[in-house]
């Protein structure tokens, strides 16, 4: 294979050759009714600027491990690697571009920290990934959503450049001349949980029923035979909040619930009160029944 400055000298550029063709489609009659194209996604680059706010968005740390679905010319991984130490891969179908890419991480040194693939991104394996980046079109997006809720782990962060999945609300949003979104993949949390509070006088029971919609979150407590709202519900990947207003002794007392979520367990700490007189106890909840949500 040609190296670049090869390929260049050559006069050869996949890119300028497709874009060219496409000039020469749309200046001939009837062309819109008889083009064919090769690839469900035209290859247009992203900014620079759009590239940093995307990965300052997605908060790419040098831990982190960068998939780039519809790579181009390898922009994105090849800018997480020299700016921030990650490492990644590029998924591409135009092989042109592939080399290009090559070609570019080789020439920026960071060929030992990324690659590319020529593969398909509905059948790529995703699950290796921290970050997700792309900059493909609404159609696409859609396509991959169930699979990037089913197959990432909570936490992993989703950064799309322009277009969004849908119903599937932002977790953030940022303009830096175009829209970039980022979504945290959450946990599947929804069900029925028993749940049991640590607490220096014995252990305390409470059942708590939740409904999910992506990363919104709502339910109910029981115990001591009532039915209660839980208060200030939320999901962030992995991570679950909930505040229990228990008043079992006789006095409402706030129970403020942090913890992780980890298949069919959680776990983590609770404050009861404020100020004087606060106290740290441990809880962990088993499920007893899941809805499915998605």
Known sequence: MMGLARRRAAGFCGPCIRAALLGLLLATP??????????????????????????????????????????????????AATKLGASGIGVELDADLILESEDNAALAGVGDRVSFRREDLFKFDLARATVITLYLVPTI????????????????????????????????RSTVRKNVFLWIVP???????????????????????????????????????????????GLRGDAVRFTVVDDSAGVD?????????????????VLRGVGVGQQQMRWQATRVDAEGKK
């Open 187 to 233: 946990a599947k949390i929804a069900g029925r949980w028993r749940v049991e509070l640590e607490r220096t006088e014995g252990i305390r029971s409470y059942e708590v029923e939740l409904t999910q919609n992506y990363q919104e979150i709502d339910g109910l407590v029981r115990y001591g035979g009532k039915v209660v709202a839980l208060w200030n519900p």
């Open 30 to 79: 009837f062309a819109g009714a008889q083009a064919q194209f090769k690839y469900d996604v035209p290859y247009v680059p992203t900014p620079p600027v759009v590239v940093e706010e995307m990965l300052r968005l997605a908060a790419v740390r040098a831990d982190d491990f960068v998939l780039d679905l519809g790579s181009g010319d390898g922009r994105v991984v090849i800018a």
């Open 141 to 172: 997006n859609m396509k991959l959503r169930p699979r990037l809720l089913n197959e990432l782990k909570p936490g992993t962060r989703i950064v799309s450049h322009d277009f969004d999945f849908g119903d599937w609300k932002p977790d953030a």
């Open 253 to 269: 007392t706030n129970l403020y619930f942090e913890g992780r979520v980890d298949g069919g367990r959680m776990e983590g700490g």
